[in-house]
């Protein structure tokens, strides 16, 4: 496993925020599009947990989201942000969430 510097570490912006709408990509059986509410600003991701969880799984509730990825189009649908998970294997990811409710917009450190 490649080390890196602290330096490098703080150049990602981790952030919790709370999904407000999720439905699923048509024609895509992995994706969801997420819109997600971060406080002062709104973002939408796009995940590869369709053929895990519902979309209805996430609405309502906190994850853990890198905000400062650059733009990425997956299916036609922007993802402007990406959603942290522990991934066991393929078909057993666990979304990160904070241990308890925190405002939308949280810095993870």
């Known amino acids: 496993m ?5 330096s490098e570490f703080q150049r990602l912006d981790i952030r919790i925020g709370r999904v407000i709408s999720a439905e ?4 895509a059986a992995k994706l969801l599009r997420l ?3 971060f406080g002062e600003f709104k973002k939408q991701s796009v995940a590869g947990l ?6 209805s799984d996430f609405i309502g509730k906190e994850f853990a989201f890198v ?10 649908v922007t993802s402007e942000c990406m959603l942290l998970a ?3 294997n393929e078909n057993d990811v666990v979304p990160l969430v904070p241990q308890r409710e925190v405002p939308a917009g949280c810095k993870v450190f």
């Open 2 to 6: 490649a080390e890196v510097d602290f």
């Open 24 to 27: 699923r990509i048509e024609g």
């Open 35 to 37: 819109m997600v509410d």
């Open 50 to 55: 369709g053929h895990i969880y519902q979309p």
């Open 67 to 76: 905000v400062n990825l650059k733009p990425k189009k997956i299916r036609g």
């Open 86 to 88: 522990a991934v066991v």
